[in-house]
């Protein structure tokens, strides 16, 4: 039999695709899911029950949420990335790991062809293939959602004309959770105008007395929360669950789709938001004014390549080696007090603190140079534009 990896998820799409190709092609089709956060042991057990029933010769879950933290989500943090200044990038940051995932596994299980289900309308048909082809580019890539252009209606009658009636009611709200955020999908989404209510987000307000925390972070990673040290991994997973009661890091994120079209997605994500804005403020302490410019802009490049699938670019790596650089001394504490549905970032504690008061204080009396060091500076500093103002001095 052709030996066939598919990308499964236990949705209506990859379903279609385990007992379509199993049955009706001729495949052999080891189903593989790829665990980026957000998945549980029992949800695993049962997307597994799922896909051989379904046909599947094999199932096997990978567990990626180390990976992904190591490969991904540290850069974001480092970068401080937020796309359109919003959006954490939640679900595509981790799309890119599933891909990298699941097309090793193929070669490890030697199958000449990788299958996942997507439309042909979205981003994740470009990630995937993308990755897929890079790495890859000798094992077929099938996608018979896109290909045959299915309607979801279509994909539900032909699994129960083959015996198999799960409920496919589709949800009101399309969940999409991971370690670095949850995306909320809904009717209002598809407009410009409607706001997503508070009961689309999975997390509802539960905690209303303020909370106080102390985030540590040690050369950019976050290793404690309230002084208890802990694995970066953990920490994000522990900050969520406190910053979730809240109800903080909800939004709704517009951009541009890679195929060229406008698109808009709620979202939740309460630790990334905190992380990237503490370690932000963190950075504004201890790194110089230039260090910060050339971050944020290859910070965001970083994120944008990374949205659009192409991670595996070299000039990824020389970001990276980059954003690591400029970590060297953004050590310290990041003090942040929780409310209702926001959070306020308190002040810092950094031996690196370069708001040192030894060199004096902005807008007090200087201790580093005397009133005429001052006074020449600033003439010195309107040559430039004095000299402008001279020569161009009948210019409108």
Request: proline share 3%.
């Amino acid at each position: 039999m052709k030996k066939l990896v598919l990308a499964y998820s236990g949705g209506l799409d990859t379903s279609y695709c385990a007992m379509n190709l199993s049955k009706e092609h001729g495949y052999e089709v080891h189903a593989v899911s790829v665990n980026t956060g957000g998945f549980s042991q029992q949800e695993i057990k049962q997307i597994e029950e799922k896909a051989i029933a379904l046909g599947a010769s094999s199932y096997t879950s990978i567990d990626a949420v180390q990976n992904f933290y190591q490969k991904v989500v540290k850069y974001l943090i480092y970068g401080n990335v937020l796309r359109n200044n919003t959006y954490p990038l939640s679900v595509s940051a981790e799309r890119i790991v599933q891909a990298v995932e699941i097309v090793n596994h193929a070669k490890k299980v030697g199958a000449k062809y990788i299958a996942h289900g997507s439309t042909g309308a979205g981003n994740d048909q470009v990630r995937f293939d993308m990755i897929f082809q890079t790495l890859a580019p000798e094992i077929e890539i099938i996608t018979p959602i896109r290909d045959n252009k299915l309607a979801r209606e279509e994909e539900i009658k032909y699994l129960q004309e083959n015996g198999v009636d799960y409920s496919w009611e589709k949800a009101k709200y399309s969940i999409n959770r991971g370690l670095w955020g949850t995306s909320v999908g809904g009717d209002e989404t598809l407009t410009s105008n409607l706001p997503l209510p508070d009961s689309a987000y999975p997390s509802q307000l539960q905690q209303k007395e303020p909370l106080q925390l102390k985030l540590t972070f040690e050369n950019g990673e976050l290793v404690a929360l309230d002084g208890e040290k802990n694995d970066p991994v953990f920490n994000i997973e522990k900050l969520e669950a406190l910053a979730s009661k809240y109800a903080i890091g909800r939004d709704i994120h517009v951009g541009d789709t890679i195929i060229g079209i406008k698109g808009r997605v709620g979202f939740e994500a309460a630790a990334p938001l905190i992380i990237i804005k503490a370690h932000h403020l963190l950075e504004k302490h201890t790194l110089s004014k230039w260090q910060q410019y050339q971050k944020e802009q290859l910070g965001n490049f970083y994120g944008m390549l990374l949205h659009e699938g192409n991670y595996l670019d070299e000039v990824m790596r020389n970001i990276e080696a980059f954003l690591t650089d400029t970590q060297k001394n953004v050590s310290g504490d990041v003090f942040v007090s929780l409310y209702p549905f926001q959070f306020r970032l308190d002040g810092i504690s950094s031996e690196n603190d370069l708001m040192n008061a030894s060199f004096g204080s902005y807008g007090e009396m200087n201790k580093g140079w005397t009133a005429d060091d001052a006074k020449g500076f600033i003439k010195i500093l309107s040559n430039p534009g004095k000299i402008a103002n001279h020569v161009n001095q009948n210019n409108d």
